[in-house]
Structures are given as structure tokens and as C-alpha cells.
């Protein structure tokens, strides 16, 4: 029953990111993985496939993360610790898409919880992750503009201290996602979920 409301939930924010974002004006934002990562979670869960669940816990716990702390940094001391969330407290920021933004602190946290319940993951899921990426990153460019920048794919506005603009941006920020994020996380969850769950 609670696996059946958790995919629900999503399947609500997902549905509720696209009215937002069409009614605010900006339907490239659908695009942005966080507000679409939601459907495969929704589906994942409601199928009970670990896989797909843990494809998206790949590539979503470390930006969600990092998300969240930059946030509550600015909420706690009136400071950016990267600066990744300063577009939620500009002047006029929409409430409809600041309150939708805050499904980042949930969705990691549900996926967790769901993959525990259905099964564990194996080291193979990264593959799963990486067709993901390629598929957003080809729709990104297909239905979006640079002056959006949806998933990051033009320019580099999500790795603070590294330079905006760098030579060959879409496949190092491919490789970065994938070396740095996709992999470590994988591991991690195969490990982690092996030493709680075992051989079940």
C-alpha cells in the first residue's frame, strides 16, 4: 500500500511540474531531469523494478544532496555554500515553481525507501543511468535553447569553481556525470544495499 501512494506521489510531481512550468511560461524547464525523474520513479516503483529505481537514485542522490545543502545553508545563515539555489530566492521567483523546486529534499529519500521494500541493486544498473542520460541529453537539445540551459547541457552553470565556458562542454559534463556521479553512486548503493539486505 505505502509503495502504491509512494508512486503516486511522484506520478503528482510529475504531473504537477508540467502545469507549473507551462502556466509559468517556461516548458523548457520540464526538461530539467529533477522535474522529470519523477515519471520513471512513478513507474519504476508501481512495476516493483529495482533497476530502474536504482538508474535514478544514480543519477539524482548527489545533485539532490547538494541541492539541499546549499539551501538549507542559505535558509540557516543568509549564505550560499555554492550558490546552485540562488535562482530560489530571486525577487518575483514564482511560487508555484519555488514550491515544486522543493521536491528535491523528497524524492531520493522516497526512491531509497522503495528500492529497500522491492529489491537491491546490482552493479550493472549504471548501464540503465547512462541510456537515461543520453536520452535527456538528446531531447534537451532537441526542445530547448542555450538561454535555458535545461540539465546544464550548454554551458557550465552546475559545477561551481570550474570556468562557464569550456571546450566540448556537453561531453565533459556527460563525463563528469558519469565518472563522478553515475559510478561512485552505484557502488555505494550495491554495497550498502548488499550489507543490510544481504543475499535476499
Known amino acids: 500500500m505505502l509503495l502504491t501512494i509512494l508512486s503516486l506521489l511522484n506520478l503528482f510531481f510529475g504531473i504537477v511540474s508540467i502545469i507549473v512550468f ?9 526538461f530539467w531531469f529533477c522535474n522529470h525523474q519523477s515519471f520513471v520513479y512513478a513507474l519504476a516503483i508501481w512495476k516493483r523494478n529495482p533497476r530502474w529505481i536504482t538508474a535514478e537514485l544514480n543519477l539524482g542522490i548527489i545533485p539532490q544532496l547538494l541541492w539541499g545543502i546549499d539551501y538549507l545553508g542559505y535558509v540557516l545563515t ?3 555554500i555554492w550558490g546552485i539555489t540562488e535562482y530560489m530566492f530571486v525577487e518575483n521567483y514564482a511560487a508555484s515553481t519555488y514550491y515544486i523546486s522543493l521536491q528535491h529534499f523528497v524524492l531520493a529519500p522516497m526512491a531509497i525507501y522503495a528500492l529497500y521494500k522491492i529489491g537491491k541493486p546490482t552493479m550493472k544498473d549504471w548501464r540503465l543511468t547512462v541510456f537515461h542520460i543520453f536520452i535527456m541529453v538528446a531531447l534537451t537539445f532537441a526542445f530547448t535553447t542555450a538561454d535555458y540551459n ?3 547541457a550548454y554551458k557550465n552553470d552546475c ?3 570550474l570556468p562557464e565556458n569550456i571546450p566540448f562542454w556537453p561531453i565533459v559534463w556527460t563525463a563528469i556525470v558519469v565518472f563522478v556521479i553515475v559510478l561512485p553512486t552505484n557502488l555505494v548503493l550495491y554495497v550498502l544495499y548488499k550489507k543490510v539486505l544481504g543475499d535476499q
Open 78 to 80: 543568509g549564505k550560499f
Open 159 to 161: 559545477v561551481p569553481y
Open 150 to 152: 535545461v540539465n546544464c
Open 22 to 30: 507551462i502556466k509559468t511560461g517556461v516548458p523548457a524547464y520540464i
